[in-house]
Antibody, heavy 119, light 113 residues
C-alpha cells in the first residue's frame, strides 16, 4: 500500500525559498504511469493545485505560481520535492503531496505539513 | 484555465436527509475520445488530507459508502448524499482533472441542522 509523507521546515522567512519533500513508500516514483503532485490550503481557504511531475520527469505547473515553482524527482531516494521561491505571507498554508495514476485523479495523499512564512 | 464554481458555499441538513452539492465548470470537462467527464469529488475533514470520493463524475472510489453518488456531464455536476450521517460533516470539493491546472471548486461546508 503506497504511502506519502511530507517533510520540511515549518517556518520560512519572507523572500526565501520554501523547500518540501514528499517521501514515497510502497511503490516506485519512477513508475512511468504515475503523476506526483503538490497541493496547498491556506488557512480558512480552499485547495489550490500547485503542480505535478510525471514519472518521466515532465512537469505541469499552475500558471499563478509557475515563475516561482519547481517540482523534481529524486529516484535514488524515492521522493519528490517542491521548491517555491520568493515566498510571502500569502504562501503560508498546509502543503499536501499526492499521487495520481495516468488519467485518474489524485487518490493517495500525504497527511500534509504546515508552512508558515514569517520573519 | 478552467474555473470551478460550487454552490452553495455552505449547507445544513438534518441527519437522515438528502444533501446536494452542485459544481459548474467554465468549460466542458468531457473528453470526447473516451466519453469520460474528468470530474472528481473530495471530502475534506479538519486535520486530515482530502479523501477521493467520486471520479469520472459518478464512479465511487473503493470503500466509499453508496449513499454518496455523483451525476452530471459536460459542465454541470452534482454530488448527492442520500441520507446524511454524522460522519459526513466536512468540506466537499469538486476538481477537474481534464486540463492543467487541475482546479478545485471553492468548497462547500456541510453541517448538521
Amino acid at each position: 500500500q503506497v504511502q506519502l509523507q511530507e517533510s520540511g521546515p515549518g517556518r520560512v522567512k519572507p523572500s526565501q525559498t520554501l523547500s518540501l519533500t514528499c517521501s514515497v513508500s510502497g511503490d516506485s516514483i519512477s513508475r512511468g504511469s504515475y503523476y506526483w503532485s503538490w497541493i496547498r490550503q491556506p488557512a480558512g481557504k480552499g485547495l489550490e493545485w500547485i503542480g505535478r511531475i510525471f514519472g518521466s520527469g515532465n512537469t505541469n505547473y499552475n500558471p499563478s505560481l509557475k515563475s516561482r515553482v519547481t517540482i523534481s524527482l529524486d529516484t535514488s531516494k524515492n521522493h519528490f520535492s517542491l521548491n517555491l521561491s520568493s515566498v510571502t505571507a500569502a504562501d503560508t498554508a498546509v502543503y499536501y503531496c499526492a499521487r495520481s495514476i495516468t488519467i485518474f485523479p489524485m487518490d493517495v495523499w500525504g497527511k500534509g505539513t504546515t508552512v508558515t512564512v514569517s520573519s | 484555465d478552467i474555473v470551478m464554481t460550487q454552490s452553495p458555499d455552505s449547507l445544513a441538513v438534518s441527519l437522515g436527509e438528502r444533501a446536494t452539492i452542485n459544481c459548474k465548470s467554465s468549460q466542458s470537462v468531457l473528453f470526447s475520445s473516451n466519453n469520460k467527464n474528468y470530474l472528481a469529488w473530495y471530502q475534506h475533514k479538519p486535520g486530515q488530507p482530502p479523501k477521493l470520493l467520486i471520479y469520472w463524475a459518478f464512479t465511487r472510489e473503493s470503500g466509499v459508502p453508496d449513499r454518496f453518488s455523483g451525476s452530471g456531464s459536460g459542465t454541470d455536476f452534482t454530488l448527492t448524499i442520500s441520507s446524511l450521517q454524522a460522519e459526513d460533516v466536512a468540506v466537499y470539493y469538486c476538481q477537474q482533472y481534464y486540463s492543467a491546472p487541475h482546479s478545485f471548486g471553492q468548497g462547500t461546508m456541510l453541517e448538521i441542522k
